[in-house]
């Protein structure tokens, strides 16, 4: 992963990290309570690869958020400019 995709994705563990600490929620007891891989988790949050749509909106909606609330965290976090980059063939 590089370039913008990393911005995007370490926005996206960011929100998510933010928001678990914001309820007071350690990592251990936050994926056992709610059925998340731990090493899923520890992806999202660390942007170590790229993680599809359902994985991130299941761990939005264990924080409590919906799918709108969370798009308005994650335009918070990215910088202002962000855009995604087209890629060359």
Sequence with gaps: ????DKIFYTAIGNVIKKRRKDLKLTF??????N?????????I??????????YILQVAQALGLSIVEFAKLLQDELPKDFKFEKEQN
């Design 28 to 33: 251990t007891v936050f994926c056992y309570e």
């Design 1 to 4: 992963m590089r370039g913008n």
């Design 35 to 43: 059925d998340i891989a731990k090493s899923t988790l520890d992806n």
């Design 45 to 54: 949050e660390r942007a170590n690869r790229r993680v599809g749509m359902f």
